[in-house]
Structure formats: structure tokens, C-alpha cells
T-cell receptor, first 112, second 112 residues
């Protein structure tokens, strides 16, 4: 049983560009959340998707958007990249509320 | 923003010793979870303790929760070099719906 898979593992983009990160949740999990982890910090919640809709959102600008597909996989899109968007982006899935979350290995985004 | 604070920020011990990490948080919670992260990659879920539980064990891990003090501790017994990692606590606030708020983490180094 594959866990949470994310692609790509590493990415280098230029300021102002747009990026799409992808996540496949663990089998049987219908809820996907995205987190941003800056170097030396704990992860920060970006948003959560359930039944193809954004259910919750953290304190991130509208440049960050997402999507969930019928097979529960998800994408994170970031427009107009800033240097400060450089971080590890983590996807997590869970089988329901108040359950532990399973994280993917993350996508390391570097904006130059 | 980070809700929790882990203490200490860094901990260095010898193999075979016990390691204790503490976490404080600010709001009422559904549950508190502990995660391990190796070398800035994905987070591994270690243990979840619900707000009505006071202590939980999993292998060499022991977690306690004191909701009156809004604090938790993680004890790793008989530590091994492979336990070297960063450890994070994360809270699922009451009504939070699996939106995890992470602390700043404790960097544990276990030396041979």
C-alpha cells in the first residue's frame, strides 16, 4: 500500500513564475491538506480539501490555490512566486476527522 | 503562526539514554499528535493522544497530556542513533477539523 506520494521532489523556479505541485493521498484517505515548512520552522497549514472543495484555509494569500480531483488526489498552485515562497511543501492525508495525518516526503521549492 | 512551543530546542544524548521533549500549546484541543522528521523530509506520525486521555504508549514512546496546563511530553526510552531527528508536536484544535498547528520542534541527536 503506497503512502502519500508527492511530485516533484525538487523544483527550482524564477520569481514571478507559477508552479504546480501534486499529491496522491494514501489509499482510503479522502481528506488532503497542504503545509508549508520554511527552513528551521514547523509546518504551517495552507489549506485542506475534502470532497473536491476547499474546507479550511490558513493565513496564506490568494496566490496559493488548490484543487482536489474525484480520485482524491490534489494539486497546489502558487502564482507570482516570491523568494519567500522557497520552502518544503508537504501534503498530508487522513481517513477522517480527528485521525492522525500521514505526510508525503514533500516537494522542495526554491525560488531564485 | 506557530501555536506550540517545544522545549528544549535541541537535545543531545548518548545511545541508551532516555530523551524527554515537552510541548506547550494555547487553545483547547481535540487531540495532540507527535511527529518525527528526518533531514528536512516528510513527517512520520508517531502517536496521537486525545484530549480525554492522559497517557499513551507505543513501543519505546510514552506521551502524556495535561490539558489543564496545556502541555504534553514525549519520552523516548533506550534511545538509538536512528532516533536522531527533529520532533514536532501538533495540535488539532477543538472544531479544527484536522487542521494541525505545529510547534517549532526539538532537534534530537543521539550519539553512539
Amino acid at each position: 500500500d503506497a503512502g502519500v506520494t508527492q511530485s516533484p521532489t525538487h523544483l527550482i523556479k524564477t520569481r514571478g513564475q507559477q508552479v504546480t505541485l501534486r499529491c496522491s493521498p494514501k489509499s482510503g484517505h479522502d481528506t488532503v491538506s497542504w503545509y508549508q515548512q520554511a527552513l528551521g520552522q514547523g509546518p504551517q497549514f495552507i489549506f485542506q480539501y475534502y470532497e473536491e472543495e476547499e474546507r479550511q484555509r490558513g493565513n496564506f494569500p490568494d496566490r496559493f490555490s488548490g484543487h482536489q480531483f474525484p480520485n482524491y488526489s490534489s494539486e497546489l498552485n502558487v502564482n507570482a512566486l516570491l523568494l519567500g515562497d522557497s520552502a518544503l511543501y508537504l501534503c498530508a492525508s487522513s481517513p477522517g476527522l480527528e485521525q492522525g495525518a500521514f505526510f508525503g516526503q514533500g516537494t522542495r521549492l526554491t525560488v531564485v | 503562526s506557530q501555536q506550540g512551543e517545544e522545549d528544549p530546542q535541541a537535545l543531545s544524548i548518548q545511545e541508551g539514554e532516555n530523551a524527554t521533549m515537552n510541548c506547550s500549546y494555547k487553545t483547547s484541543i481535540n487531540n495532540l499528535q507527535w511527529y518525527r522528521q528526518n533531514s528536512g523530509r516528510g513527517l512520520v506520525h508517531l502517536i496521537l493522544i486525545r484530549s480525554n486521555e492522559r497517557e499513551k504508549h507505543s513501543g519505546r514512546l510514552r506521551v502524556t497530556l495535561d490539558t489543564s496546563k496545556k502541555s504534553s511530553s514525549l519520552l523516548i526510552t533506550a534511545s538509538r542513533a536512528a532516533d536522531t531527528a527533529s520532533y514536532f508536536c501538533a495540535t488539532d484544535a477543538t472544531g479544527g477539523g484536522n487542521k494541525l498547528t505545529f510547534g517549532t520542534g526539538t532537534q534530537l541527536k543521539v550519539e553512539l
